[in-house]
């Protein structure tokens, strides 16, 4: 069955450095996401996007963050600048389109040092 | 603005048990309300999508009811296994805003003795 893959698992980053989180979204599918999930608090929504255009953001993702598509299948994540509060687990999901369940990757655990 | 709540925060039952966790939401006016599972360390994993129109829906041992008139979900899980132990999370999607913007529960912590 096909999946969301993301990579690294596991990125540990000095505050202060930009990092990029990347995701392949299932190949068929239209609309993008990227959630966080900081440890033992809910998953939130960061962005949607979607027609290579941001579709919707929550204020979490202020302008240290940024989202592209550069081609076919990538889907990345970047935050210019990283935070101590920026460590959390990143979930980049995808969704085919209408009333379907998003899927989503396993996951990037982002360490601030 | 949309919250979730999850009722309990964790749950211990023996192998073979019947159980229901519970899923709250303040706004009725859901597009679909997703019911997840997360193992540890792992991303979510889709069990049951109920759109607004539906009251139900069900998948082998599981079975998930909407009442949207009073902002609640079920998710019913018969005869319980060790291998269901995991994060249940609830999401409901809203009306209005960009399609697929989850709003998440806390989650319940479910663990099935053997």
């Known amino acids: 069955e096909p999946e969301v893959t993301q990579t690294p698992s596991h990125q540990v980053t000095q505050m202060g450095q930009e990092v990029i989180l990347r995701c392949v979204p299932i190949?068929?599918?239209?609309?993008f996401y990227w959630y966080r999930q900081i440890l033992g608090q809910k998953v939130e929504f960061l962005v949607s996007?979607?027609?290579?255009?941001?579709?919707?953001k929550s204020e979490i993702f202020d302008d240290q963050f940024s989202v592209e598509r550069p081609d076919g299948s990538n889907f990345t994540l970047k935050i210019r600048s990283t935070k101590l509060e920026d460590s959390a687990m990143y979930f980049c999901?995808?969704?085919?389109?209408?009333?379907?369940?998003?899927?989503f990757g396993d996951g990037t655990r982002l360490s601030i040092l | 603005k949309q919250e979730v709540t999850q009722i309990p925060a964790a749950l211990s039952v023996p192998e073979g048990e019947n159980l229901v966790l519970n899923c709250s939401f303040t706004?009725?006016?859901?597009?679909?309300l997703q019911w997840f599972r997360q193992d540890p360390g792992k991303g979510l994993t889709s069990l049951l999508l109920?759109?607004?129109?539906?009251r139900e829906q069900t998948s082998g041992r599981l079975n998930a009811s909407l009442d949207k008139s009073s902002g609640r979900s079920t998710l019913y899980i018969a005869a319980s296994q060790p291998g269901d132990s995991a994060t249940y999370l609830c999401?409901?999607?809203?009306?209005?805003?960009?399609?697929?913007?989850?709003?998440f529960g806390k989650g319940t912590k479910l663990s099935v003795k053997p």
């Open positions: 999901a995808s969704l085919i389109g209408g009333p379907q369940p998003q899927h």
């Open positions: 190949s068929n599918h239209l609309y």
């Open positions: 996007f979607y027609n290579n255009e941001i579709s919707e």
């Open positions: 706004d009725s006016a859901i597009y679909n």
């Open positions: 109920i759109q607004s129109s539906q």
């Open positions: 999401a409901a999607e809203n009306y209005g805003g960009s399609q697929g913007n989850l709003i």
